[in-house]
């Protein structure tokens, strides 16, 4: 079971937000080193911390603390009362706020999806606190066939009232991205995924307005902005892009697209997986690695 410690801090404006604080371990028997830079987990539009319970003890081992946030309206974090507020612009200035409260000045990134999209983001803001990212299928051209999916079901969630009926629903939005998960595994999903309310249904552990950009067209498959923010990224910065090879949003063509955009683009498939890895694969494991093992 991960072991971590949880972080309590305050956005800009107010609203109390949640982190995953995984302290860094050292393999037994290793020589002492210089120390590493830490590292920040950031999940997808409708997903939450828990998602890196598995892969944060994994990085921590390598001698790296791992942080793992819980983006606003999120899991443990509260949920705004602005939806306006659901914006890769003001989750960056979420992140930097909770590196101004830790006191770290720079760290490499881990964003899934949504996480992505905010490290490209944050890399137009304030480009000095990123080392290194890791973009974990998603990139800023998408394809709009998996944009259409995900607008189809993010936020349109509706209680449960058994885990066995929480693990079937998850089951039922995420099966063409991973056939070859078992039922243990969308049980476990579920139990990330979901929470149990007082009168004992289960909900999701997201703000239905997250979705709201999404469901209203607002959040474009590409725009110049995003790709400046990842040329800035990527060409600046050592960058590894991770894709599933069933990806319905990043496709061949946008792949193609982003390791043309940025030629020093480190780029790894996981194949059998669609949107998005989670990183647990052997072929995502492999490729973090030997790319963190490149990174102070």
Known sequence: MSTYTPISY????????????YAATASPGAAPGPARLP????????????????????????????????????????RDPNPANYSPM????DIIKLMNDLGIARAVFIGTSMGGLITMTLA???????????????GPVMSPRGLDRIAGYAGKSAAVASWPEAASHVRDINLCAFPANSDDEWDKWARRAFEQRDDGLLSPRYDPNIAHALQTGKLPPTSLAARMAFRRLARRRPTLLVRGTLSDLVEPEQAAWMRKAAPELQYVEVPNVGHAPMLTEPEALDAIRAFLAQVP
Request: net charge neutral.
């Open 10 to 21: 305050t956005s800009g404006d107010g609203l109390a937000l949640y982190a995953r604080d």
């Open 39 to 78: 590292v920040i987990c950031i999940h997808g539009l409708t997903r939450n911390s828990s998602d890196f319970d598995e892969v944060a003890p994994v990085i921590a081992a390598l001698g790296r603390r791992v942080i793992a946030v819980d983006v606003r309206g999120r899991g443990h974090s509260a």
């Open 90 to 93: 003001v989750y960056a200035g």
């Open 124 to 138: 137009a803001r304030r480009l000095d606190l990123i080392a290194a990212a890791i973009i974990n299928d998603i």
